[in-house]
């Protein structure tokens, strides 16, 4: 608009406030007048110009219209929220005006095969204040009493973080976490002196016995942001199972956490409170586990271990019958209700960079060299394909040697670990005859063997190179070599000599003990190769159990004469071979031992077997990391079946 153009210009130029007089008597003037630029004050004489600004019928009109759409509008969105929104805003206004929490122990308790409570939910209590509402006194007051009754929350740090929060005008801070009922009497009177500070209950895991459990239950924790995906329908305020049974029966176990809400004033005065929403707990889970035994478990590894300087160890129990977890351990292990209540400094450090890796379950995820203990599976697979028979006698001398099929000046030697003449089969798996498995599993002077296309068939069969499925724990497959896959992955031709390795548990195969366990399982049940689990019963709300089996992963693929042999050759073992130490039980006890060679300076400890002979209640696997001698293995197993025989009254569970 050139003429306000024009006054501005003219406003910056003026020396004098006099300079902007305007006369604006318009009674002089007419229509061509203000049409003018002569009209202007600016423009010639200040008395006789006068200024007017057109304004057209259309403008008006527009106006108008502009008037009417705007009133129009403004009804419309009145009643729009007043009328037909109003129960939805009121809604809003009401949330808007109250503190909710959650409430109830509402996650599912996990009991043992024996009735012992191993998972249970506690009411916990957290210490909330309303900084910006706190005088210094208060602040001073409330971090003397934390420093007083908690050795790990200095004076200093408490009143740092009130005053930090309070610079910030936070209305809410969380000052202590899951405090225990007892905690509570320390604030009773500061939280009754001052409306500022709350405390608020809460559902907290807790796990009895601790260390006992833990590589079979797991734990809770809170959800962090990359897990959102994995737990739909959880916030980041929520717990969840993170290993074990907790994890990954979850969805059983979870249950409704209940809602419970206060009402309050602009000024924070309660002025209502109800439950919004009943909890509902969780289902309520029995394992397979028994506590005792578990325990006993535990204590027998745990003392070899302390007693040879060891790192690391496994034991896994079975029920060959059906294929329950009667017991299993993975030492080291940790206190799940650390992780629950969340993790000191200190305590970080020695769960996450601790070389013994205690959160790592060597039942299941440990994947080792099996040494010997592999020999009863290439018994019944030479047994099988009428490679040779149990009673063919093949003579030892400690070793053999074989010529290089490039160039037969070059000669490999396959040592036996002793020698132990001739021998048949029975007797070869009870002295644990590495000559003799050599010769049955890649063949030996004009003696043609199994071959490793054959060995690979047969472990599959005995669950091995592929996962079991066990119910509650992330699992290795293990591995079973084969000329493929060293091509693909050492990008290497097979020679007799991997076959060799193969056929005494030695080079590249590895198994878990879960997998070794299984698998001698067959032999004692005579047939079957069953998938193990470890929850029993899942029990609804109304108290009605869900009775959980193991499925039957093969069965029938060994005759039962062969079958017989090997458990001969088991029990003579335990009688005059290799594991003759647990001959002193008072129950007859069949069972093979094995060294396997590893990247360190000494061989990992195995022991398999199974007992009673004739009916066995149970089969059990041993593994010490870098145990050297597979007697110490041996000692482990003893001193759990002595317990077992002595303790263990056998009934339904």
């Given at each position: ?43 010639g004489d200040a008395k ?50 109250q503190q909710t929490y ?478 003759r130490f647990l001959s ?70």
């Amino acid at each position: 608009m050139p003429i306000f153009n024009k006054i501005l210009k003219n406003f910056r130029r003026s020396n004098k406030p006099s300079d902007l007089l305007v006369n604006l008597d318009h009674k002089d003037m007419g229509p061509e007048d203000i049409l003018s630029d002569a009209a202007s004050p600016f423009f010639g004489d200040a008395k006789e110009k006068k200024l007017e600004i057109p304004v057209s019928s259309l403008s008006i009109n527009l106006l108008f219209v502009f008037v009417i759409a705007g009133l129009i509008f403004l009804t419309g969105y009145s009643f729009y929220i007043g009328v037909l929104n109003l129960d939805k805003y009121k809604k809003i206004s009401d949330q808007n005006a109250q503190q909710t929490y959650k409430i109830g122990t509402n996650r599912g308790d996990i009991y043992s095969a024996d009735g012992y409570p191993v998972a249970v939910s506690v009411s916990a209590f957290n210490i909330e204040v309303n900084p910006s509402k706190l005088e210094n006194s208060d602040m001073e007051k409330l971090a003397g009493i934390v420093s007083e009754n908690f050795a790990n929350q200095p004076y200093d740090y408490i009143y740092e973080k009130l005053v930090s929060a309070k610079s910030r005008n936070l209305g809410s801070l969380i000052l202590l976490k899951n405090l225990k009922e007892t905690d509570i009497a320390y604030f009773s009177e500061i939280i009754e002196a001052n409306t500022a500070i709350s405390l608020n209950e809460h559902a907290l895991r807790f796990y009895p016995e601790g260390n006992i459990f833990s590589h079979i239950v797991g734990y809770t924790s809170y959800i962090n942001p990359e897990e959102l995906d994995e737990f739909p329908g959880y916030s980041l305020a929520d717990t969840a199972g993170k290993k074990g049974v907790e994890y990954y029966f979850e969805k059983y176990l979870k249950g409704v956490q209940g809602l419970f809400a206060k009402f309050v004033t602009a000024k924070g005065e309660v002025i209502q409170e109800r439950v919004l929403r009943e909890a509902q707990k969780g289902s309520a889970l029995e394992l397979t586990v028994n506590y005792e035994l578990q325990k006993a478990a535990r204590g027998a590894l745990a003392k070899a271990i302390s007693e040879n300087n060891l790192s690391a160890g496994a034991v896994v129990i079975l029920d060959p019958n059906t294929g329950k977890v009667l017991s299993l351990i993975s030492l080291p292990d940790y206190d799940p209700n650390a992780f629950v209540r969340g993790l000191t400094g200190k305590e970080a450090d020695m769960y996450f960079n601790d070389p013994g890796n205690p959160l790592f379950n060597r039942t299941t995820l440990g994947e080792y060299a099996t040494g010997s203990v592999i020999k009863p599976l290439i018994a019944a697979a030479a047994l099988e394909e009428y490679i040779i028979s149990p009673n063919r006698y093949i003579f030892t001398n400690g070793f053999i040697e074989v010529p290089s099929v490039y160039d037969s000046s070059v000669v490999y030697r396959f040592n036996d670990w002793k020698n132990h003449g001739a021998v048949d089969m029975r007797e070869a798996i009870a002295v644990s005859s590495n000559v003799y498995f050599y010769t049955i599993g890649g063949g030996f002077e004009g003696f043609v063997g199994l071959g490793i296309e054959k060995i690979t068939k047969w472990l599959n069969k005995f669950g091995w190179g592929e996962k079991l499925g066990i119910d509650f724990a992330s699992e290795s497959a293990g591995r079973v070599p084969d000329p493929e896959w060293k091509e693909k992955v050492k990008n290497e031709g097979w020679f007799i000599g991997d076959t060799y390795n193969t056929s005494i548990g030695q080079g590249d195969i590895l198994a878990t003990p879960l997998q070794v366990a299984s698998a001698i399982s067959v032999f004692a049940n005579k047939s079957v190769l069953y998938r193990p689990y470890v929850v029993k019963r899942i029990y609804t709300q109304d108290g009605v159990a869900h009775e959980l089996e193991g499925d039957i992963i093969n069965r029938n693929f060994i005759s039962s004469a062969n079958i017989n042999v090997v458990r001969e050759g088991m029990r003579e073992a335990v009688i005059t071979g290799s594991s003759r130490f647990l001959s002193q039980l008072p129950v007859a006890v069949a069972g093979k031992t094995g060294t396997a060679q590893t990247s360190g300076q000494k061989d990992n400890a195995w022991f398999a077997g199974f007992a009673p002979y004739e009916n066995p209640e149970l089969a059990i696997v041993v593994v010490l990391e870098e145990g050297e001698s597979s007697g110490r293995a041996v000692r482990v197993a003893y001193d759990i079946l002595d317990w077992y025989f002595k303790n263990f009254t056998r009934k339904e569970q």
